[in-house]
Antibody, heavy 128, light 110 residues
Framework: QLQLQESGPGLVTPSETLSLTCTVS??????????WGWIRQPPGKGLEWIGY??????????PSLKSLKSRVSISVETFKNQFSLKLTSVTAADTAVYYC?????????????????WGQGTTVTVSS | QSVLTQAPSASGTPGQRVTISCSGS????????VYWYQQLPGTAPKLLIY???QRPSGVPDRFSGSKSGTSASLAISGLRSEDEADYYC???????????FGGGTKLTVL
């Protein structure tokens, strides 16, 4: 059974870089039918879609999240079965629970079947 | 300010049937599949409905989804206390070129 586990620091200093890793177990990150992504949830608020990556390294970021524009990057290390999120120049507004997810199918395509596997989430606080 | 509009709260009594709505536009719900996620308190969201009305294996048939025009609905029949959760709708938005979530509906079982 496929499982996802986020890891990374729980506290990040303002203006620094937030780095999180998602480890995929119970299956291969290189499966052609899956995409891998990040979702975040600010305290007491709803879900925000950050972006996703294919095992080839092709990425897509949420163009509507203007607060993330040019600060976010997602990468994949297939040999480690991991993918990562980097968010530079963080502010308090980036404080959130960050979830890594598996997308079944292409999130931007017709043959998409939802985010069917979620990590447990990791809380990241931006504070000095 | 989500492009998908959900009522912030809903409630029902055990055994009752409740419906949670999600309103959008022709650029999102009107032209794309809708997905529903359930987030129990303190846990990660879980896929409840995909492609408007399909249930992943393991999701009870008490949960059903539908779509009409630019709106979608999640119905829960035989309401149980363990259904108390936040429910989010999601879809693709052609104008924004990205996936979008509704603001979420908090369901309380009285």
């Amino acid at each position: 059974q496929l499982q996802l586990q986020e890891s990374g620091p729980g506290l990040v200093t303002p203006s620094e870089t937030l780095s999180l890793t998602c480890t995929v177990s119970g299956g291969s990150i290189s499966t052609t039918t899956n995409y891998w992504g990040w979702i975040r949830q600010p305290p007491g608020k709803g879900l925000e879609w950050i972006g996703y990556i294919y095992y080839t390294g092709s990425t897509y970021y949420n163009p509507s999240l203007k607060s993330l524009k040019s600060r976010v990057s997602i990468s994949v290390e297939t040999f480690k079965n991991q993918f990562s999120l980097k968010l530079t120049s963080v502010t308090a507004a980036d404080t959130a629970v960050y979830y890594c997810v598996r997308h079944r199918g292409d999130p931007g395509g017709y043959y998409y079947y939802g985010m069917d596997v979620w990590g447990q989430g990791t809380t990241v606080t931006v504070s000095s | 300010q989500s492009v998908l509009t959900q009522a912030p709260s809903a409630s029902g009594t055990p055994g009752q049937r409740v419906t949670i709505s999600c309103s959008g536009s022709s650029s999102n719900i009107g032209n794309n599949f809708v997905y529903w996620y359930q987030q129990l308190p303190g846990t990660a969201p879980k896929l409840l409905i995909y492609r408007n009305n399909q249930r992943p294996s393991g999701v009870p048939d008490r949960f059903s989804g539908s779509k009409s025009g630019t709106s979608a609905s999640l119905a829960i029949s035989g309401l149980r206390s363990e259904d108390e959760a936040d429910y989010y709708c999601a879809t693709w938005d052609d104008s924004l070129s990205g996936r979008v979530f509704g603001g979420g509906t908090k369901l309380t079982v009285l």
